[in-house]
């Protein structure tokens, strides 16, 4: 049990926390361990069970928001783990427009994040976040075209999925 709270330690509600295998190297995580996601209360706090036989971490997420997530811990069976804080960092806003070759809005684009680690591991990274995330969290394009999320800080590429175009990758650059 715990409480997901933001930087500025208020709490969060309506946090989706999860539970997966913690790789020690520092990876990401082979598999969920959580069939459906448990939601933070109104007062930030939660409950969720986890598989004892693995390290774990728990993970908070938050449409728009980076995710939180727990250090890796690992419990004997029975054991219970009480005051785990996840917090949710503010991040950096990232906004942008999508727009087609006439320069026409695109509204309901998927628009994903991932750590730039080049060609092959950005890719990857990318299916990956795709396949964790649920329909009412991805973040979408506006009627407009327009698209607003908070980032830690770090070098992301960006992916954007329109239906009825292909998927279009904007790689990472340095300023």
């Known amino acids: 049990?715990?409480?997901v709270v933001n930087e500025r330690k208020e709490p969060v509600a309506g946090?989706?926390?999860?539970?997966?295998?913690?790789?020690?190297?520092?990876?990401?995580?082979?598999?969920?361990?959580?069939?459906?996601?448990?939601?933070?209360?109104?007062?930030?706090?939660?409950?969720?069970?986890v598989d004892a036989e693995a390290d774990i971490k728990v993970e908070?997420?938050?449409?728009?928001f980076p995710s939180g997530e727990s250090p890796?811990?690992?419990?004997?069976?029975?054991?219970?783990?009480?005051?785990?804080?996840?917090?949710?960092?503010?991040?950096?806003t990232v906004t942008g427009r999508v727009v087609d070759a006439d320069q026409n809005p695109l509204s309901g684009v998927t628009v994903v994040t991932g750590e730039s680690r080049g060609a092959f591991g950005g890719q990857r990274r990318f299916m990956l976040g795709v396949q964790r995330q649920r329909e009412d969290e991805l973040v979408r394009t506006a009627a407009d075209g327009s698209f607003s999320m908070q980032l830690k800080e770090g070098t992301y590429d960006i992916r954007f999925d329109p239906e009825g175009f292909g998927p279009k990758t904007v790689p990472a650059h340095e300023r």
């Not at 939601?39 to 939660?46: K, L, Y």
């Not at 908070?60 to 728009?64: L, N, S, T």
């Open 1 to 3: 049990t715990g409480i």
């Open 15 to 49: 946090a989706r926390l999860f539970s997966h295998s913690a790789l020690r190297d520092g990876g990401m995580p082979t598999f969920m361990l959580a069939s459906d996601p448990i939601v933070s209360a109104p007062d930030g706090t939660f409950r969720i069970d």
């Open 60 to 64: 908070a997420r938050k449409k728009g």
């Open 72 to 92: 890796a811990m690992k419990l004997a069976q029975g054991e219970r783990k009480t005051g785990v804080v996840l917090t949710i960092p503010s991040g950096i």
